[in-house]
């Protein structure tokens, strides 16, 4: 009797595990794995290391100085007076644009000729940077119809040139007056980011000559966003 209730226990066990739904052990595999994919990362939209003459001695940054032959470069404020310096494959000090000599607020910005980008969603900006005293860099953008918005977000190191990206979603953003780079009215509540003519940067303060005490110094500038044809 004893070993017929074995017999028959096994018989269940087996039953059982014959029974068991085929993708019940995927499905657990599944859900360690299973996060969502997220909303598809957008391309890259242009990249911008500038470029000089070898050798050549600081001097006001020009159209010339963009390497990326599809950009323009826009000036605003004092921005005749951002010089542009540093040499090719330094790491310890890179081709940059540099506001040392703004006596007042400057900005520049890039725009592609043939785009708009579209900075919804996770698009993202990443750039290199330096700067001396309080300085930091924010991002600037001017929009289709014209309006230019600076944001609060904020880079620069004082110690060396730092690498860094933010999404441009998690940015707070003012209006900018172009003629004198400074911030007008309160936050502008969901500006329309999905047509931006251009992207850039200021420190939102004038330089103070060479040396230590007050400037930024911007390398590298990559816009990661989904191009519109204008």
């Excluded at 052990?25 to 000089?52: N, S």
């Excluded at 790491?91 to 520049?108: E, F, K, R, V």
Aim: with cysteine; proline share 8%; hydrophobic share 35%.
């Amino acid at each position: 009797m004893l070993r017929r209730m074995i017999s028959l226990a096994f018989l269940i066990a087996v039953g059982i595990a014959l029974g068991q739904e085929p993708g019940a052990a995927p499905a657990r595999a599944g859900r360690r794995g299973g996060e969502p994919a997220g909303p598809p990362r957008p391309p890259l939209f242009f990249r911008e290391e500038w470029k000089q003459p070898a050798n050549a001695p600081e001097h006001p940054v020009t159209a010339d100085a963009t390497g990326n032959p599809n950009l323009e470069l826009k000036l605003y404020g004092d921005g005749k007076n951002i010089q542009e310096t540093g040499q090719e494959g330094n790491p310890g000090n890179p081709i940059h644009l540099w506001t040392g000599l703004c006596t007042a607020n400057c900005a520049a910005t890039l725009r592609d000729k043939e785009n708009y980008v579209d900075l919804t969603g996770i698009a993202k900006i990443r750039w290199i940077t330096k700067v001396s005293g309080f300085h930091q860099v924010h991002p600037v953008v001017k929009l289709a119809d014209g309006t230019m918005l600076v944001g609060d977000h904020a880079d620069g190191s004082t110690g060396d040139w730092l690498q860094s990206e933010f999404l441009v979603s998690e940015v707070r953003w003012l209006r900018l007056d172009p003629e004198k780079v400074v911030t007008h009215g309160t936050i502008v509540q969901k500006p329309d980011l999905s047509k931006v003519d251009e992207v850039g940067f200021t420190d939102l303060s004038p330089g103070s000559g060479h040396g230590q005490g007050g400037w930024s110094d911007v390398a590298l500038i990559e816009v990661y966003g989904k191009p519109v044809k204008r």
